[in-house]
């Protein structure tokens, strides 16, 4: 039975609904004057349903320069200490690399060995895709910094100018036992250990893009707001395209795409996959200038360069070797580019591992997302698993990511700025059910279109980002501005908190909330930004208490809530106040997470569980502040950045079925023990 209530809490005339509808995992505000039958949590032990694992509590970094936004420290070449630290104290279980869309045009090979002699890098999601400021967190550091804080490791291989060879040869360099080969060619456990590591990275966990349906993030597959259906096939599949006088960017910086008069001038190929025995052809200003094998063999004034097509540049001399191009001409070529396709870079990744005798599995990225209350027959759609099956691939990948943000501009408008934290709390959670819409329908998707693999392992589903954010980047008055600092506040937590427990009830395998840190002077991470001394935030808090939830041995335990309230939010819709769910750990104790998503006031509801005989001890662990919209930010008790945010813990003696008052605003973990 759903009781609804208003958003100030109190029941609204004629709106209870006397239908007997359990809502499994979920529940909302009662009202102070309650009158209705209080939720009932049930639980039941003897429904065991699969697996639980710390990569169910994972995290991305949104980018790998600026030493990651600080988690690498240049002065001692290893992660941050306090950074690992409070990560390991989340309980961080997957750690992703080299990010979103700032990385999809990250080039592996340029970020290994000595940081000094390292290459540049293009930044993804500028709109002149310029050069990134520094390169020294790469694939080692990562390794490090993920294992200091034991977490496992994921990484995302751009599609956009990674080719299947490059995609192989980085599972390799992670992967591979020193003194082998598998691939011939560049032996790449050799040159790890050569970088100091002789030991494999050990990385599982892989993808092939980023969102590569998404606009600003489709490269050579397609043109932003062009047919989706045509660039999914070009994902799958590749392509060969003619590139006509494209801009070449010197030193990585595509907003530089002329000569500045100096020797030695490197430019860059946007994506330098040239066609295999194809040449390019390179223009400074009108004149096409030709290609040499050797530019020491050139004269001052001859008109050449050299082409080093594995790193997708061209050089020019130095005015005794080879011309220098005069200052101020553009730089362009025109040649014909070729990439393979998801499934050759599946393929080949798969045959490298299997080579190396480890095992891997490689996602697909491309889950096109909507706004919310769009029909969910067209939420991802055109279907990747569905392409794939048609293709006679359905047994051809190992799992399909998405990243189900809940995005306040597409699926609210920029009209619906808040008036106030209340509003914005709303919006949270509203979004919060479409978010679990859209994965739901894709675990339904690959479900019904994959077929086990070789190996006899069926496809699955992960999420590599999510959160809730306004997207509204140079809007203003910035549509959020009256509701503070909201992604650090404990009403984010919330949310992140509900999609945790959302996505595990559905199975999906590696959920990671985004971001660990982001720049300096934000709180819209699990950690606050470096000038806000990386603060342990209202999300952080919640996955320390979450963490014991989800530790190694750990199963699912069927759960619902019956007579759970709804919170109606004129005009926009309703959402359950409550949200569980419940696991069973392999020290034997039962864990029942409880979301309470009414901004002021508690909810007391009962818990009974069944199918297991508690001590009568419950260990609660509950994080809250002093209101659903405070934050930490470090400077002391100033609403609403209060530093009111924290985890407490205690106990209390209860019966076998028992009551208990879920605080405003908060997560509650308890913990219940076997008994004699």
């Not at 082998?180 to 050990?202: K, L």
């Not at 809940?406 to 619906?416: S, V």
């Not at 279109?449 to 509204?472: I, N």
Request: proline fraction near 6%; include cysteine.
């Amino acid at each position: 039975m759903h009781r609804k209530v208003s958003t100030t809490g109190k029941v609204m005339a004629g709106a209870v609904a006397l239908v007997m509808v359990p809502v499994v995992g979920a529940a909302a505000p009662a009202s102070p004057n309650r009158a209705l039958v209080d939720p009932t949590i049930t639980v039941d032990v003897s429904n065991l349903k699969f697996d639980l694992g710390p990569a169910q509590l994972g995290v991305n970094q949104d980018h790998w320069y600026d030493d990651a936004h600080g988690l690498w420290d240049d002065t001692t070449d290893a992660p941050r200490p306090d950074t690992a630290a409070k990560a390991t104290q989340a309980g961080v279980g997957v750690l992703r690399f080299p990010g979103g869309t700032p990385a999809g045009l990250f080039n592996w090979k340029r970020a290994i060995g000595d940081p000094a002699q390292r290459g540049c890098q293009m930044i993804g999601n500028v709109p002149h895709h310029e050069a990134a400021t520094d390169n020294d967190y790469g694939p080692a550091e990562f390794s490090q910094l993920a294992d200091s804080v034991g977490a496992e490791k994921h990484i995302m291989v751009p599609i956009a100018n990674e080719s299947p060879a490059d995609a192989a040869a980085w599972v390799e360099y992670m992967n591979a036992a020193v003194g082998t080969n598998p691939d011939g060619g560049i032996a790449w456990a050799d040159v790890r250990a050569g970088h100091g590591y002789s030991e494999p990275f050990g990385v599982e966990h892989w993808e092939i893009g980023n969102e590569p349906d998404r606009n600003g993030q489709g490269y050579w597959l397609g043109p932003d707001g062009g047919p989706l259906t045509g660039r999914l096939a070009r994902y799958i599949d590749g392509a060969e395209l003619a590139q006509d006088n494209v801009a070449l960017g010197r030193d990585c910086d595509f907003s530089q795409t002329s000569s500045n008069g100096t020797a030695g001038q490197q430019f860059y190929f946007l994506y330098g996959l040239i066609k295999p025995g194809t040449s390019p052809t390179v223009k400074v200003g009108s004149a096409t200038w030709t290609e040499t094998a050797d530019l020491g063999t050139a004269g001052p004034t001859d008109q050449v360069y050299g082409l080093d097509r594995d790193n997708g540049t061209v050089t020019f001399g130095d005015g005794i070797h080879g011309a220098i191009p005069v200052m101020g001409e553009a730089v362009t070529a025109s040649y014909t580019f070729r990439h393979d396709g998801f499934v050759a870079m599946y393929d080949a990744m798969k045959s490298t591992a299997a080579q190396i005798g480890t095992e891997i599995n490689v996602c697909s990225t491309w889950a096109p997302v909507f706004a919310r209350n769009t029909d969910p027959a067209q939420v991802n759609q055109p279907s990747f698993a569905e392409a794939m099956a048609t293709r006679g691939s359905a047994d051809g990948y190992d799992c399909v990511a998405i990243h189900p943000y809940t995005n306040f501009r597409r699926d609210f408008g920029l009209a619906d700025a808040w008036v106030g934290p209340l509003d914005g709390h709303n919006d949270h959670m509203l979004g919060d059910a479409w978010a679990a819409t859209m994965v739901r329908t894709l675990k339904q998707d690959v479900d019904a279109h994959s077929l086990p693999g070789a190996d006899g392992r069926a496809a699955y589903t992960t999420v590599s980002e999510m959160g809730a954010l306004w997207f509204a980047g140079g809007v203003t008055p910035d549509p959020g501005d009256n509701f503070p600092r909201y992604a650090a506040s404990m009403t984010h937590a919330l949310y992140m908190a509900s999609q945790f427990i959302h996505h595990t009830r559905r199975d999906v395998r590696l959920i990671e909330g985004n971001t660990l840190v982001a720049g300096d002077d934000e709180l819209r991470s699990m950690l606050g930004g470096a000038n806000f001394g990386y603060v342990f935030s209202a999300e952080a808090y919640t996955r320390q208490a979450m963490k014991p939830f989800y530790s190694t041995g750990s199963r699912w335990v069927a759960s619902e809530i019956l007579n759970n309230p709804v919170n109606v939010v004129e005009s926009k819709g309703e959402y359950p106040i409550l949200v569980t769910g419940a696991s069973l750990g392999a020290d034997g104790a039962l864990r029942i997470v409880v979301v309470n998503r009414r901004p002021n006031n508690a909810q007391l509801a009962q818990v009974a569980p069944s199918g297991f005989t508690h001590s009568g001890t419950v260990e609660v662990a509950t994080v809250k502040g002093n209101a659903f919209d405070s934050y930490n930010d470090g400077t002391g008790p100033d609403a609403p950045g209060d530093d009111s945010v924290g985890l407490t813990n205690s106990t209390v003696q209860k019966n076998q079925t028992f009551s208990y008052t879920f605080p405003a605003a908060s997560v509650t973990v308890l913990t219940l023990r076997p008994g004699a």
